[in-house]
């Protein structure tokens, strides 16, 4: 009789956690129209996408990090597929003026130039008299890299910013200035090189998330809440730490507002003072999925929620915040949006929506 119980408390159990994984219907509004437009075959889970001026970029697990191409005709090429590492490609990003992409896994940061038009490596040339910049990459981070952004500050100075699971650590920035060499094969010539160094900021507890906007940073700070930050120079002045309902794992900028992925809690909404200078806690709501990621589209958010796919939230009204829709995307772990096209990065590679206003 004993065996019969433990086996029909262990079955509950799993119904019970199956039905928390799977939410509840909920009220829409149907502010926009959405279709899905085509699927980019990554060959592995696509875990994050960045796209530029038609070239899409993708951290696709363990076939490492490609890049994919938009032709005028509608359709899209790959053309370039490469692995940094042993581990699964799980983030990538471009400063799109240098051309230098970053990426990482869970065994560290890499970064290396792109060509123009970003679809593949930039090469090693040489002319007479004629400046070059070498193809050459290299690493950064830790095995615990969570997110990052970039910015460049001049032509010769571009910041990485990144954060990670390590309490301890709180803020990396990592500065890569392009320095010029004499090339042993130019005649009265010389190269252009990216070298790397670092600084550190604490912001205590465990960071998960970040965003930039000027000199304003935010950072999510999971149990902990979400922060606001003031970057001077290298230095990181504290403006407010906001406590929210969850695990805050992300965060994203959006007009006078910082938003929030707060995982199973939904979604948060703060406004910002007067002067960037304090941080309010303005709304939350529940979307049916737990919130991983966010991304903007005009005044909707769009909501990454792992494998309840994607959720858009109609923020004309940030103090009363609606769900809009949802999107059965299959299991979504980041989104990009550009124009009016929703990159999904999914278990089934890249999907692109389609998006416009009703």
């Excluded at 400063?95 to 970064?111: A, I, N």
């Excluded at 304003?216 to 606001?228: F, P, Q, R």
């Amino acid at each position: 009789m004993k065996r019969i119980i433990l086996s029909a408390s262990v079955l509950i159990l799993v119904l019970l956690l199956a039905a928390c994984l799977k939410p509840d219907p909920i009220n829409t509004s149907f502010a926009s129209d959405v279709y899905l437009m085509d699927v980019l075959e990554t060959g592995a889970y696509a875990r994050d996408v960045y796209v530029h001026d038609g070239a899409i970029l993708v951290a696709a697990s363990q076939a490492g990090n490609q890049s994919w191409q938009e032709k005028s005709d509608g359709s899209v090429e790959k053309t370039l597929e490469y692995k940094f590492g042993d581990d699964p490609a799980l983030r990538v990003i471009v400063e799109p003026e240098t051309r230098l992409m970053f990426t990482f896994d869970r065994g560290g940061g890499f970064f290396k130039k792109l060509s123009p038009g970003l679809h593949s490596f930039d090469s090693v040339y040489a002319q007479h008299g004629v400046n070059v910049e070498t193809s050459e990459g290299g690493t950064y981070g830790s095995g615990g890299n969570e997110d990052f952004a970039v910015r460049k500050i001049n032509d010769s100075l571009v910041a990485l910013y990144v954060i990670d699971r390590t309490s301890n650590d709180g803020l990396k920035q990592y500065y890569f200035n392009r320095y010029y060499k004499e090339a042993d094969f130019l005649y009265d010539g010389e190269y252009f090189y990216w070298e790397l160094s670092n600084a550190g900021a604490s912001t205590g507890g465990i960071n998960l998330g970040l965003d930039l906007r000027d000199t304003l940073m935010a950072i999510s700070h999971d149990e902990l809440g979400v922060g606001l930050y003031r970057l001077d120079g290298v230095e990181l002045d504290t403006l407010g730490v906001v406590n929210t309902p969850g695990e805050a794992l992300e965060v994203k900028f959006y007009d006078n507002y910082l938003l929030s992925a707060n995982n199973w809690a939904g979604m948060g909404i703060f406004s910002i003072g007067a002067g960037d200078s304090s941080l309010t806690h303005l709304a939350d709501i529940e979307v049916g999925g737990w919130v991983k990621q966010i991304s903007v589209w005009n005044d909707i958010a769009v909501l990454s929620c792992g494998e309840n796919g994607i959720f858009l939230v109609d923020l004309s009204d940030p103090e009363i915040p609606q769900v809009d829709q949802p999107i059965d995307a299959g299991y979504t772990y980041r989104t990009h949006v550009a124009g009016n096209i929703i990159y999904a990065a999914t278990r089934e590679g890249v999907k692109r929506y389609h998006i416009e206003s009703r």
